[in-house]
């Protein structure tokens, strides 16, 4: 009996010890500068836009980790960088990397802080008339062919340069996660447009590059004015076309469901539909004095436009409201108060 104890803690040892080396193997191998950089060019392709990055470590519960992520994107000199992380984790297939290859089954971005700055137009310069400009004499060496080389001259053709190896393994990426993302997006003017707080989202690559998951924002500020929450839905990304058919979300007391379609030219085409919002809740929202309001706000349309040109937007919205009661602008509510009159002093619907 002990002697068969002994070889069950002989053998529990060596597997220990086995899985320690391979976890340390694993370890060098993932933090060596070849792998990281297949990592980060892989990253930087599929960005479109350098990445910098602080430090890297790996464990076996949490995977291959960068910290201190940031991302320029288009943003200009002097300007913030369009993403900011604490940190991103890749989970990899062991079985994979067994087989000499590098797939990512799992991308985890975690608080990321994505600022999207619209194009400022540039002006456009006078032409101006160019002085004529005489051309220097060129530098360039006089070379004479002869028929023949010379006796005892050995003529050398140099080779064409082989191009680079293509043999390397891509690095493949299964699903991308973001967890408790926040995002900003100004207009042409410089101002905030729009604020996503509270985003988790789950998308899945498939082979063609294209992204299809759901998505979750706990918190959505429209201008400063429409505060719609828990907003959840469906979308997919092909060749620069975001699709999301099924956006439903909560605002003021009432819900929201619609449909929309940014494509690669910025065009923007949305189909959406409210129901059930309070005006009290509505004006609270927006910084606006409720006292006294009630009623609700039914409405739908669809609009379509260029992103960033609100000139270029065209559709219809049908607005109705039911049993509304509020308080109308102080200047008229004033004049109400002054003269006597219940009707200026409140709206009643």
Not at 54 to 72: A, E, H, L, N, R
Not at 139 to 168: K, R, Y
């Amino acid at each position: 009996m002990r002697k068969f104890a002994k070889f069950i803690l002989i053998a529990a040892g060596l597997a220990l010890l086995v899985y320690t080396l391979a976890v340390l193997g694993l370890n060098i191998y993932l933090q060596s500068a070849g792998l990281q950089n297949r990592i980060r060019t892989a990253a930087e392709s599929a960005a479109g836009s350098p990445i910098g990055i602080k430090g890297t470590c790996y464990t076996p519960w949490s995977g291959f980790s960068i910290t201190g992520v940031t991302m320029q994107g288009k943003a200009l000199q002097g300007q913030p960088p369009f993403l900011n992380a604490t940190s991103m984790s890749f989970r990899f297939s062991l079985l994979a990397l067994l087989q000499g290859k590098l797939v990512v089954s799992e991308v985890l971005v975690s608080d990321p802080f994505i600022v999207s700055l619209a194009p400022q137009p540039t002006p456009t310069p006078e032409p101006e008339n160019p002085k004529p400009v005489r051309p220097e004499p060129s530098a360039t060496p006089v070379v004479i062919l002869v028929n023949e080389p010379p006796a005892g001259v050995e003529i050398v053709v140099p080779e064409e340069a082989p191009p680079p190896s293509l043999t390397q393994t891509p690095v493949q990426v299964e699903k991308v996660r973001i967890a408790n993302g926040k995002a900003q997006f100004f207009d042409s003017k410089g101002a905030l447009a729009i604020t996503l707080t509270g985003m988790d989202v789950t998308g899945e690559l498939m082979p063609d590059r294209s992204v299809a998951g759901t998505f979750r924002i706990a918190e959505t500020t429209v201008g400063a004015y429409m505060r719609p929450k828990h907003v959840v839905g469906t979308f997919t990304w092909k060749n620069g076309l975001l699709v999301i058919p099924d956006l439903r979300a909560e605002w003021a007391g009432g819900q929201i469901a619609g449909s929309i379609e940014i494509g690669p030219d910025k065009s923007v085409s949305v189909i959406a539909a409210a129901e059930g919002i309070l005006l009290k809740k509505l004006a609270t929202d927006a910084g606006i004095s409720g006292d006294g309001s009630r009623g609700s706000l039914f409405s739908k349309g669809s609009v379509q436009g260029i992103s960033g040109k609100p000139e270029t937007f065209t559709g219809r919205v049908d607005v109705s409201l039911q049993q509304a009661r509020f308080l109308p602008l102080e200047p008229i509510r004033q004049i109400g108060e002054f003269m006597g009159i219940q009707e200026l002093q409140m709206f009643e619907l």
